[in-house]
């Protein structure tokens, strides 16, 4: 933070800068309390245009001849580091509603508490293990005794609830899909128009000329030439290269003007809705 | 020969992966104990981990560190506007949350006017492909261009399909929308057909965890 | 043939269907020798030769290998990230990570870790992990200009200017091409914000769900290959002439996709067969 003189923490005088910055936030959050309700909206669409209005700044404003940006452009990484510190902060929204939420049922004993105390244990391993593994990822946590070969550290606990716990469950989780998927293949699917033959007739030849199967199907005709044209793995890229492309591309296009359009009615508090439009 | 092969199915982040897998597995024949048991696991490791990293990579790395190590005492004042999140929880001080996911949402907008402009007009450019060609035509060239007319009838009919600034009550207009439809359903085959590759590769990978790296059923086949 | 054969056909348990299909899966493995040949994909072949043309040049500028995936696509996102980091490692291209979800930095580095022991490459001198970001569209402005000044640190909490790695890398001007791993949709923020600025080279490295997105960007010339799931890694272990687990999946992919289509033909042949059925048996008896 280039333009605050910074003091080594050494110095009586950090401490000292430390509280009374820290005094005046408060004591900013307070006065904007204190303000009057009317003034809370323009407040919020101030704060919301400044926000954008140093990025649309230094796109619009011209890059002086030899540089390589404008007066703006040298603040870019100061704002990205304020705006990934400030951001982390929000983590402990969710946590506190999950937290919460299991924690009450644990506590009250309500039905399924004893899986909202496993989570809350598993919560507090994950989060200890990962700060010790960070901090003394060596440090002994179960001696080396008779039936161990070999101490337990803290890494090696951290170790066993990452790749052992964490990792593989995640992607159980989403292994689950490829099960759903067969029996929605087999129930649903249903060929009942044009529309849904194209898009069959589509799916099966984008799928086998993803795979080994669909290059093996049709090996037997030649890689160059016009029969080329009917290997799986051509058609397979011709679908997608020349007919999904361009409807991708349009879909992106009405996307695109979409989302500039909502982006400029969020920046300038023109959005309307249940959020915006919340008693003050 | 066991005692080894033995130690290597009760290693401890192997095994704890494995009865996961196998008890997340179990719900696709019937919702049950044990996987309700191991997802709350995984939403508990999951949650703590978020939180773990969030210091260990984040904030201690870009605020604390210059905070406290580099004497850099500014910092101290992300504390009162990251404290401005939590007034979501509080009817008093919601108005403060919404001031700072308004500067979210503000920053997020602002870079829209760039990206629209570097990710959108080379693909407005790139649409304008060439139609016709002298003769005389070789194959190859014939071939490209057949390609382009095909490119542009597809661009241009679902587009008009997307196009709800006015009515489409003209022939021309409703028959050039239904093709469009047509096309589109091309286009979500080839996503159709894509999003099963994804779905089970995921499954796969786990099979062989399972098979390979826990049960290491290679080792007695061959 | 009446009507309840056809609806049998439709009717099969789910259940007999997930072990059928847990059975298909495993008999690859169980029968290593059930391998087809892989044909290389020109997505997969303009990705492998644009990482080829960047070796190269002496000395190769850095790839940065941006993670957006968790274990979560590991089954994909994993292999194709292996088969990424060998060949850079085998042309000797230093690279740096950086992650836009907190798992990845640790599943990216278990990945590093394995294969540059195997390849004599160094942390800190040949790759390094820049870790998590939070308020990813502005770091990606902020790496733009001042890689330095935007991330700080590696993902230990190191100044980057510590590492020989990052001696000459001051910003996107000195990164050779960004290889996009993810499973979502932030393809669009680093063509936006980052890569137009100075042309850099953009290698889309999605799970396959997420491929058919990128085909636009590709005819534009926005990017320079698609490393499309867990085919794009076959492919490229193919086109290095290794055979890990990118090709080990393929051959269980192909039976699962056979499988499918069959189980959609038979569904379809029972659906039809019992509407005909019905058909029939109603001007029967309007008949009588």
């Given at each position: 933070m280039g333009i605050f003189h910074s003091i080594p923490h050494t110095n009586w005088h950090f401490y000292l800068a430390l509280a009374l910055t820290l005094?005046?936030?408060?004591?900013?959050?307070?006065?904007?309390?204190?303000?009057?309700?009317?003034?809370?909206?323009?407040?919020?669409?101030?704060?919301?245009?400044?926000?954008?209005?140093?990025?649309?700044?230094?796109?619009?404003?011209?890059v002086?001849?030899?540089?390589?940006?404008?007066?703006?452009?040298?603040?870019?990484?100061?704002?990205?580091?304020?705006?990934?510190?400030?951001?982390?902060?929000?983590?402990?929204?969710?946590?506190?509603?999950?937290?919460?939420?299991?924690?009450?049922?644990?506590?009250?004993?309500?039905?399924?508490?004893?899986?909202?105390?496993?989570?809350?244990?598993?919560?507090?391993?994950?989060?200890?293990?990962?700060?010790?593994?960070?901090?003394?990822?060596?440090?002994?946590?179960?001696?080396?005794?008779?039936?161990?070969?070999?101490?337990?550290?803290?890494?090696?606990?951290?170790?066993?609830?990452?790749?052992?716990?964490?990792?593989?469950?995640?992607?159980?989780?989403?292994?689950?899909?490829?099960?759903?998927?067969?029996?929605?293949s087999y129930r649903a699917f249903r060929i009942r128009s044009v529309e849904a033959s194209m898009l069959m007739v589509s799916a099966v030849i984008v799928m086998l000329g993803q795979v080994t199967l669909g290059s093996w199907l049709t090996g037997w005709l030649p890689r160059t030439g016009a029969a080329s044209a009917?290997?799986?793995?051509?058609?397979?890229?011709?679908?997608?290269?020349?007919?999904?492309?361009?409807?991708?591309?349009?879909?992106?296009?009405?996307?695109?003007?979409?989302?500039?359009?909502?982006?400029?009615?969020?920046?300038?508090?023109?959005?309307?809705?249940?959020?915006?439009?919340?008693?003050? | 020969m066991m005692a080894p092969y033995l130690h290597h199915l009760l290693m401890p982040k192997l095994l704890l992966g494995a009865v996961g897998t196998i008890a997340i597995f179990s719900l696709v024949f019937r919702e049950n104990k044990l996987y309700r048991l191991f997802e709350h696991l995984f939403l508990g490791l999951a949650t703590g981990y978020g939180l773990a990293t969030t210091w260990t990579q984040v904030l201690r790395t870009k605020w604390w560190d210059p905070m406290v190590v580099q004497g850099e005492w500014i910092w101290i004042l992300v504390i009162p506007l990251g404290l401005m999140f939590y007034g979501v929880y509080t009817k008093k001080y919601a108005w403060m949350s919404r001031m700072i996911f308004g500067l979210y949402f503000g920053l997020a907008a602002g870079?829209?006017?760039?990206?629209?402009?570097?990710?959108?007009?080379?693909?407005?450019?790139?649409?304008?492909?060439?139609?016709?060609?002298?003769?005389?035509?070789?194959?190859?060239?014939?071939?490209?261009?057949?390609?382009?007319?095909?490119?542009l009838i597809i661009l241009m009919c679902v587009l008009i399909y997307f196009l709800f600034a006015f009515e489409q009550n003209s022939p021309v207009v409703k028959r050039t929308a239904a093709a469009g439809r047509v096309m589109l359903m091309i286009a979500f085959g080839a996503i159709f057909g894509s999003t099963i590759m994804t779905r089970e590769a995921l499954l796969i990978d786990r099979v062989r965890f399972l098979l390979l790296d826990w049960l290491q059923i290679n080792h007695f086949l061959h | 043939m009446?009507?309840?054969?056809?609806?049998?056909?439709?009717?099969?348990?789910?259940?007999?269907?997930?072990?059928?299909?847990?059975?298909?899966?495993?008999?690859?493995?169980?029968?290593?020798g059930m391998t087809l040949p892989i044909v290389p994909g020109q997505q997969s072949k303009d990705a492998f030769a644009t990482i080829q043309k960047l070796?190269?040049?002496?000395?190769?500028?850095l790839v940065l290998l941006d993670g957006v995936w968790s274990a979560s696509t590991r089954g994909e996102s994993a292999w194709q990230t292996q088969a990424i980091?060998?060949?850079?490692?085998?042309?000797?291209?230093?690279?740096?990570?950086?992650?836009?979800?907190?798992?990845?930095?640790?599943?990216?580095?278990?990945?590093?870790?394995?294969?540059?022991?195997?390849?004599?490459?160094?942390?800190?001198?040949?790759?390094?992990?820049?870790?998590?970001?939070?308020?990813?569209?502005?770091?990606?402005?902020?790496?733009?200009?001042?890689?330095?000044?935007?991330l700080k640190t590696d993902w230990t909490g190191k100044p980057l200017a510590g590492f020989a790695i990052m001696a000459n890398v001051n910003s996107i001007k000195d990164v050779g091409a960004?290889?996009?791993?993810?499973?979502?949709?932030?393809?669009?923020?680093?063509?936006?914000?980052?890569?137009?600025?100075?042309?850099?080279?953009?290698?889309?490295?999605?799970?396959?769900?997420?491929?058919?997105?990128?085909?636009?960007?590709?005819?534009?010339?926005?990017?320079?290959?698609?490393?499309?799931?867990?085919?794009?890694?076959?492919?490229?272990?193919?086109?290095?002439?290794?055979?890990?687990?990118?090709?080990?999946?393929?051959?269980?992919?192909?039976?699962?996709?056979?499988?499918?289509?069959?189980?959609?033909?038979?569904?379809?042949?029972?659906?039809?067969?019992?509407?005909?059925?019905?058909k029939n048996a109603s001007n029967r008896e309007k008949a009588i």
């Open positions: 005094v005046a936030g408060i004591a900013m959050l307070v006065i904007l309390q204190l303000l009057p309700s009317q003034w809370r909206r323009p407040m919020i669409a101030l704060v919301t245009f400044l926000g954008g209005l140093y990025y649309f700044a230094e796109f619009f404003i011209p002086p001849h030899g540089h390589e940006g404008n007066f703006l452009s040298k603040y870019m990484d100061s704002v990205a580091n304020i705006a990934s510190v400030i951001g982390s902060f929000s983590i402990g929204l969710g946590i506190i509603s999950l937290i919460g939420v299991h924690f009450r049922t644990a506590l009250r004993q309500r039905e399924g508490w004893g899986f909202s105390t496993v989570l809350l244990g598993a919560f507090a391993a994950m989060t200890a293990f990962t700060l010790l593994n960070e901090y003394a990822p060596h440090r002994t946590v179960v001696p080396r005794t008779g039936a161990l070969h070999s101490p337990i550290t803290n890494g090696d606990i951290y170790g066993v609830l990452f790749n052992g716990g964490l990792a593989s469950l995640d992607s159980a989780m989403f292994a689950l899909i490829g099960f759903f998927i067969i029996s929605a009917f290997r799986f793995e051509n058609m397979s890229e011709y679908i997608l290269v020349h007919l999904n492309s361009p409807a991708q591309r349009a879909v992106t296009f009405g996307l695109a003007l979409g989302a500039l359009a909502t982006s400029l009615r969020l920046w300038l508090s023109l959005e309307r809705g249940l959020y915006f439009d919340q008693e003050q | 870079t829209v006017f760039q990206a629209f402009a570097s990710e959108y007009v080379p693909q407005i450019r790139a649409s304008f492909k060439p139609l016709f060609s002298a003769p005389p035509i070789s194959h190859h060239q014939f071939g490209v261009l057949a390609n382009n007319w095909i490119f | 009446n009507d309840t054969v056809w609806n049998k056909l439709q009717s099969i348990d789910p259940r007999v269907l997930y072990v059928v299909l847990l059975v298909i899966i495993a008999a690859p493995m169980l029968f290593p070796g190269a040049q002496k000395p190769a500028k980091m060998l060949q850079l490692m085998r042309l000797r291209i230093p690279f740096a990570i950086m992650s836009a979800d907190p798992q990845n930095p640790q599943l990216m580095e278990n990945l590093a870790d394995a294969l540059a022991r195997k390849n004599n490459y160094v942390y800190g001198r040949d790759y390094i992990n820049f870790g998590y970001q939070v308020a990813y569209t502005q770091t990606l402005k902020g790496i733009v200009r001042d890689i330095k000044g935007t960004i290889a996009e791993i993810t499973p979502s949709s932030t393809l669009d923020s680093w063509l936006g914000l980052v890569t137009q600025i100075y042309h850099t080279p953009l290698i889309y490295v999605p799970t396959a769900v997420m491929a058919p997105e990128g085909y636009p960007f590709r005819d534009s010339g926005q990017i320079a290959g698609i490393v499309i799931g867990v085919k794009g890694a076959g492919d490229y272990e193919s086109l290095m002439g290794v055979k890990l687990e990118g090709t080990q999946v393929s051959t269980a992919l192909s039976l699962v996709y056979a499988l499918i289509i069959f189980l959609v033909i038979l569904g379809n042949i029972g659906y039809h067969g019992s509407r005909l059925a019905a």
